[in-house]
């Protein structure tokens, strides 16, 4: 069991550090912005966190919080151009936003340490507290979904006009959603760069904005099990099909598009919504 | 008593003139009509009311409240309620989620406490919930309550509507066609609760095609035609109006 454990704790952490980045993305799509800043605060977090600490002096943990404050402060500040927005401009502005921070990774190389990344960040975060954390993730985002917040993010999502019908403010409510999932990502940022000893300037490009999304989409957008599967899925798959080799990638997609395909919904999703309507309608018989 | 007061409201969507120098009154208590033919201009109208349209020259009052230049969500602040002419509802959620939407207003419990589900959000859930279910009482619906309200009926997704647009507790309420694709007896229950509602203070604005409708129903009418007021006055006076026979009833005085 102990042997087990040790073999898979890298995938566990890589799972439970990308929980947290899905949760960071999945908080605004729950508020209907389409937007893929999670990778730039996350960015934004990590090397903050990082380089206060190696350069700055401040105790590492200190660091990580200013990290997941400045995400926060960021998200907020995006928020003001984004919420303006709408659907495939959202996206657009906010993937340029990604690739801002990223180009300062690269070129801002007096602060950043540029293409060569940052090294000798100590390894202080382990399984432990990022199971704790977790759990504590999972629990704030079954509140936000049961009470007012998910309530009216949902309002917002489904039908803006209606929204505003019955006095909701979209661009606050946007602005609460960007702020958390900004205080998410750049709290795991910070997480992420104190778990591996390293952070490279291309970590949080586009391949980090792509997983997230597919965490989401593939487990479900309205459900907090939703992206919770997505990440577990799509964590353990390319482990599971290792001896693959080079067709793991290959099998990857097909099973993204299958999923997508026939479960638009998600995986979660999907099956909640069908086992609810398995229930109203034994209900209704039964009337 | 609360009134709503347009005065010389006007539309211009890029050199198209929408709506023209509309003046209108609606009291609370009375159930006013809005009619004209298609394209008159009357949605524009409640889109320019409802603040979801901005106004391109006069002013709208609801009593001491200058809504001309309100932001989209003001409307309803300050006590204004709409239903829309193509139902929107939440299709997904479940009729009560619907309704409990439209309490928005009435939320007070804090972001904090949403976030880490204290126990003010609880409770405050808990009673939102009991008051979406004695709306649900009164329009007959209880037994609907869990259902997914994409899958009722036309008549009964209407009456989800206007239940959500009594949940933010309005002074003046709007109904878009509300008997638009109802059939006779649907529509009659439906003039029977509108009828309720104006005689416990509520304004109404009913903007409608289905003359008979209108004509049973309203203290007083307004007609629209191409933008602009063509007539006003009681249900008799605009039924013998003879531009408003030419305009729109085209002969037929039913």
Redesign the interface.
Known sequence: MMQFFLTYQPVLDHGLLSLGFAFSQWVVLRAGVFSVASAGLAAIGGYSAALLHLDGGLPPFVTILLGAVLGGLFGVALAWPLARLRGVYQAIASLAFVQIVLSLNLYAEGITRGALGVDGIPKLVETPLLLLLSAGLI??M???N????G??F??VR??E??????????IHFQT?AFA?GGVIAGLYGGLTAFHSYHLDPAQFGFEFLVAALSFVILGGRRSVVGPVIGTAVLVILPELSREFGEFRQLGYGVILMIVIVFMPQGIADTYL?WS??KR?AS?QEA? | MSTLRLQGVGKNFDGLRAVDQVSLEVPQGKITGLIGPNGAGKTTLVNMITCLLSISEGTIFLDDHNLTDALPYEGARCGIARTFQNIRLLPEATVLENIVCGFHLKEHSSLWSALLGLGSSRAEKRELEALAMRLLDRFDMRPFAGLEAGGLSYGHQRKVEIMRALATDPKLLMLDEPVAGMNDAEAEELGRIIRELASEGIGILLIEHNMRFVMQLCDFIYVLNSGSLIAQGTPEDVSQNPEVVAAYLGGSTC
């Not at chain 1, 049961?146 to 917040?149: A, C, I, K, P």
């Not at chain 1, 006009?161 to 979209?170: C, D, F």
């Open positions: 629990y704030l079954h509140s936000v049961t009470y007012r917040l309530r009216t949902e309002t489904q039908d006009a209606v929204a505003n019908s019955l006095g909701i403010s979209t609460i958390i919504s609810r309507k109203l209900q009337q």
